[in-house]
Structures are given as C-alpha cells and as structure tokens.
C-alpha cells in the first residue's frame, strides 16, 4: 500500500507542471522596463555625485550637460518603446501561417474521422482484392 501510495505522489501529485509556451514575456516587460529607467537615473545621479566632490550643488556646464545627457537618454528610451513593434511583422506572419496550417491539419483529421476514412494502406489492398 505506502509503495503506491509514493507512486502516485511521486507521478501526480509532486509532478512538476508541464511546461506551456508563452506569447511574450508577461509582467518581466514592466519590470524591465523599469529597471532601464532606474538605470538611467541612478548612473546620471552617480555621475553628478562624482562630479560634484564640494557638495555644492551649482548648475554649472559639466552638470547641466549631465541632466541633459540623462533627460536624451530617457527620450530615446521612450522613443525606442513607441516606434519598435512588440512583434515584427515576419514573426506576426509566420504565426499566422502555422496557425493556418494548424486548423487546416485538424479540420482534415477530424473530416477523415467522422467519414471513417482513416484506414490503413494493408487494409485498402485487402478490401480491393
């Protein structure tokens, strides 16, 4: 009786899930992206502390070209995040082909089934002769 009950355990209850694939990456993409926009703010505030060794906080050339290094940066990563699609479009257009193929092989499988035509060449032979 225990080995079987580890057996089942073992192969149904403590089974790891099977693995399914994704369309994209889900929530990552929100967390990526905000890590980027930490990235961007944290390494142009490393640089402004390393710029600035008095403490003294004056807008002066090297800082402001720093604040607008970091300001360009955030554009062009705004930019980047509206003009390139999520998907390119080849990747779109092979999705929708297997898709295609995938419902037509079905709809063939099940007419074949249905119409009980589904037989085997042997079969085919020994009913003609």
Known sequence: MEIRTDALKLLAILRRP?????????AWL????????MS????????????????KWKVEPGLAAILIMEHVLLL???????LVPAEPAWVRANRA?????AQDLCSKKLLRTISGGERSSGE???KRL
Do not use: H
């Not at 929100?30 to 926009?37: A, E, M, S, T």
């Not at 082909?97 to 193929?101: C, D, R, S, V, Y």
């Open 18 to 26: 099977v693995p399914r694939a994704a369309g994209t990456v889900g």
């Open 124 to 126: 085919m032979k020994v």
């Open 97 to 101: 082909k297997n898709t295609t193929q």
């Open 30 to 37: 929100n967390i990526f992206q905000f890590l980027i926009l």
């Open 76 to 82: 062009i990563k705004f930019g980047f995040s509206r």
């Open 40 to 55: 961007i703010c944290t390494n142009c505030a490393l640089l402004v502390w390393l710029y600035d060794e008095e403490g």
